[in-house]
């Protein structure tokens, strides 16, 4: 690869893809050429990337000519059909479509975690969900250094996941609220505002959602652990930015809290926050804007002799979807002879 | 006892209190006279109750004569002051302060599980709080069915917990963000607005709240079992009303996801509302307003030989505080010979 790039990025204009867009600029990725490529509602539209409005021009089979890399910020449709259009044209897709994220051609990376994977790929290189990105990366070194049996975890997962529409359906129904009118329904099938909905993505066969299947699936596959014992509950709540996980875990060699909190602490990627007595632990709040994984209300799960409860939260846009796609393209590079 | 009786509610201008002399009405409970006792502020501001404006009088020692039962919808200290007082006067003290919770001289009653522990009384019966009412309600039948021996719970929980004045604070915040205002904190020492704290009342030595040791202590004196293995998580949430739990428990004995189902459909105080394919299950919306404690996402634990995971609901002000105590209250008149 040259060191100058032509980069393309796919709906630029959605949450993910305008972080993209902008984390390209904040870390001097190597663009020499930006292209934005957008399907019919977004095209013409224009997006800034260093002092140049770049107009959207429509996604189609000529696109990828002379891309280096695309990033594909968009449905598992949409992806599915137009990556490997973009692999054929010669570029390396990075999908945050998760429309690969399980294909066991296709390598699925967290770079803190698996960056040798990404040498692996044949074409495509997934970025898993942001609810999966946050939960590993903090297991990771506890995973390694004491082996861990089982997951369970519940989410608060905010409405930015859900892209603009929904962050409008979340600000609309307050406001609608507070002047006394009915609330209306779009994004989600109940009221968002000032409500919790154990509902993310479509439900399956066996009682559990898309969601939460598939934070399992990828948890596992990153793990290198087909039979590591999960169970999720995914919940939507009424945050805008950041999920926040309640985790609790059981591993095979007993690990004190205080151990996690000092492997954590020399963890890339993760900020260790906890110091209750002081009221610092992890908010979506603070979190958001920020690039790590912040964990903290780090303890001995009081149910298990083998047990760490903790709460992680991460910027769902940031490290949970356009950081984590731009670090692999960067570890991509850093790797090339 | 008499059967029409004189009857005194702690703190009446509160959440909790205001909510008890609606629920005395609304089923019809046999006051002959209704005594409204506050503090300072409170004292003199007028409550309503069955046409009449009754004004609040100070609580001091001479309040409870001839009070047949007494509601302390009040923090801990004032009933920890006063509640010995009305029992000396000849009342029955309905506690909802937690202040008598764990002592072991008390009862501590969900009257749908343990009503028959009414009868032990010595002056004091303490209701628990909202949080662990809606995890023991649906818990109890499993329990004897298929004995519960470990819980896993993470919360969601309502402001309306912290009464008016963090009410009030979401409101106020969520109004200040909307006008570029800066967010100013009282109740809660981060924003709450579009937030989610890992933080429920004090933090203890062993780095959990006083809320999370307070739910394992009281859902092992309900289940009279010390050992049951108990691990919680108390998150606030921006809700007004209704507490939600992700609850994760293992039996002794193998049961099923349709067995559980079957057997809180006819459990008293549970609605199940659990069919994800109509996207049916409970959310703090739907059941605020309601008696019934809401079970939904009922499933096998995928992580577990011998478990099940579910969702529950309940709304904090009714079953979870002003309706239990008042039910404590019925079951007592009702046992009477």
Redesign the interface.
């Known amino acids: 690869m040259p060191s100058w790039l032509k980069v393309a990025v796919v709906e630029p204009t959605g949450v993910t893809g305008s972080e993209i867009v902008r984390i390209l600029d904040e870390r001097n990725f190597p663009v020499s050429e930006l292209v934005l490529l957008g399907r019919k509602r977004s095209v013409g539209e224009r997006v800034e990337f260093r002092g140049a409005d770049i107009p959207v021009a429509a996604l189609d089979e000529g696109s990828f000519s002379g891309v280096a890399i695309a990033f594909f910020a968009t449905d598992r449709a949409t992806s599915g059909k137009f990556s490997p259009m973009a692999v054929s044209a010669g570029a390396v897709v990075i999908d945050l479509s998760s429309c690969f994220a399980l294909d066991e051609q296709v390598p699925l990376v967290v770079p803190e975690i698996n960056a040798e994977k990404i040498r692996t790929h044949r074409g495509i290189i997934a970025s898993p969900r942001g609810a999966t990105i946050e939960l590993v990366l903090p297991l990771a070194p506890i995973h390694r250094s004491a082996r861990i049996r089982?997951?369970?975890v519940?989410t608060?997962q905010a409405v930015s996941d859900s892209g603009e529409p929904a962050m409008d359906e979340l600000?609309t129904q307050?406001?609608d609220l507070?002047n006394f009118r009915d609330v209306t329904l779009a994004v989600y099938?109940?009221?968002i505002a000032?409500?919790?909905?154990?509902?993310i993505s479509s439900?399956t066969d066996?009682?559990?959602?898309e969601e939460e299947m598939a934070i399992?699936a990828e948890t596992r596959k990153i793990f290198e652990d087909r039979h590591m014992?999960?169970?999720a509950?995914s919940?939507r709540?009424?945050?805008?930015y950041s999920h926040?996980e309640?985790v609790?875990i059981e591993t095979a060699r007993k690990i004190t809290?205080s151990q996690v909190r000092e492997l954590l602490a020399q963890t890339p990627g993760v900020r260790v926050e906890d110091d209750?007595?002081n009221?610092l632990?992890?908010?979506?709040?603070?979190a958001t804007g920020n690039d790590e994984c912040f964990v903290?209300?780090?303890?001995?799960?009081?149910?298990?002799d083998n047990?760490i409860?903790m709460?992680i939260?991460s910027d769902n846009i940031r490290k949970g979807s356009a950081l984590n796609a731009i670090q692999i393209a960067e570890h991509m590079l850093n790797s090339q002879p």
């Not at 066996?206 to 959602?209: H, I, K, L, P, R």
């Not at 632990?281 to 603070?286: D, E, G, K, L």
């Open positions: 089982r997951i369970i519940s608060y600000t307050i406001r507070f099938p109940h009221q000032f409500n919790a909905l154990p509902h439900f066996n009682a559990y959602t399992i014992r999960i169970c509950t919940v709540v009424p945050v805008f926040a309640s609790n809290a209750p007595s009221n632990y992890p908010t979506p709040i603070h903290g209300r780090i303890r001995e799960d009081l149910s298990s047990g409860a709460w939260v």
